[in-house]
DNA sequence: GAACTGCCAACTGTCGACAGTTGACAATGC
DNA sequence: GCATTGTCAACTGTCGACAGTTGGCAGTTC
């Protein structure tokens, strides 16, 4: 038999609580009510305050003491450093996944590369979670837990900034497709060194493609 | 009047609680009873469960549901994961600290490095105190909030792994030293590449040096 | 003697209630 | 009209108690 995954209420109450921050259900700026949640999830404050404490852990909540939980509304200051953490973890993944792929990951990440171009050339958008995937599948072939343990949480903290902003426009979804098919085809290499580079442009180029969406 | 930096229950556990892992006073492998230790901090189980999972985010305690939190154990390839991703924060951080350094932050490099000759020169040891100062100075010379807070992070992990450890050796401390200055030369040339391959040649070297300690 | 079963103590997970703080609003004085 | 002060409701911080689970131990069977 398969045990639950969360059988803590805490931990229930951090799923469903993510979920509604990440899809932006709390919108950025607005503050969480511990007993309103609570009794909404149908749990006490207990459970509900470990819960949101976790979520602070993450940045995906910001406490105040004595005022409560806010979902955090970034700046443009933000972005950046936020990226600048993406870049220092993706490139160094990057580089050892160059050195540590097997032909199981080739496999993988020309699958999800293929499926965007599929998807693109059907003359439908570049789905977001394409990109996740293509970016999990790196880090995964990077096989080093750390580095993908604080990755998922830097994802997650773009994933909230993006929940904010308009979707991509075509020109920018066509570059990240290529993007993708040459850090495949450096991890293929084994160039380390390509992979991070060009890595490092793929993440400049996002960032400012969000940083022009913030302008908006 | 000066605030007081951790008006919450919560937050003084946290400090009290990190001090005692870091130091070694709660031995890796122990276990973190709740009761015993909320009446030793006369503090009710609410808050310091709190603290327990705060600590728990950043890696200085480990959750098992129903069991309680143990402080972890690490092994050879636990090492080799943490600094995959402490290399990947560091020299991301040498790179912009070459990039952005001030004349400020090049004295203050300067100082500390100064600083552990003296002591070196004087027979003591290099102590673990100024090398955390020499990464700390330049991490705030990279100024990057995002990278800088990880490393924070990653930084006690590794102290929590030397708390088992033996002291360096001279050789390694020496060695050490050498590359700081050079990191220092590398910073103040604002030669990003070089300061981050000098980085990673030192936190390879420590790293080795970590795991030599452990088979012992 | 070894393996299994049922019980028990210890501990974590959860809850409801009380206490202290904060920000807002109304009342007051100038 | 504006600043100041007093009051209050709402909310977070904290506590003590109860419920459910876990691992270990004694008792039983073969």
Redesign the interface.
């Known amino acids: 038999m398969t045990p639950p995954l969360h ?2 209420l805490a931990g229930q109450a951090v799923d469903v609580l993510r979920e509604q921050v990440l899809t932006g259900e709390i919108p950025p700026g607005s503050r969480v009510n511990e007993v309103e949640v609570a009794q909404k999830l149908g749990i006490s404050r ?1 459970p509900l ?2 819960a949101i ?2 979520l602070a ?2 940045g995906l909540l910001m406490l105040v ?1 004595h005022r409560g939980a806010f979902v955090p509304d970034a700046d443009a200051d933000d972005v950046k ?2 990226f ?2 993406r ?3 993706e ?3 990057a580089e ?1 996944a160059a050195s540590r792929r097997t032909d199981v990951d080739l496999v993988r990440l020309h699958e999800v590369c293929e499926e965007s171009r599929r998807n693109y050339r059907a003359g439908q958008p570049f789905p977001y979670r394409l990109d996740l995937a293509f970016h999990q599948t790196l880090i995964d072939a990077a096989r ?4 993908a343990g ?1 990755v998922r949480l ?1 994802q997650q903290r773009v994933v909230l900034l993006r929940s904010a902003l308009l979707d991509d426009d075509p020109p920018h979804q066509h570059a990240s497709m290529d993007d993708h098919d040459e850090l495949v085809q450096a991890v293929a290499d084994g160039d380390a060194s390509r992979a991070s580079t060009v890595m490092r442009r793929h993440l400049s180029r996002v960032c400012a493609q969000m940083l022009t969406s913030m302008n908006r």
Do not use: D
């Not at 080093?144 to 580095?147: C, K, L, T």
């Open positions: 059988l803590s207990g305050r470990e404490r976790h852990s993450e003491p450093a936020l600048e953490l870049t220092a973890l490139c160094a993944a050892l080093s837990p750390h580095i604080q830097v």
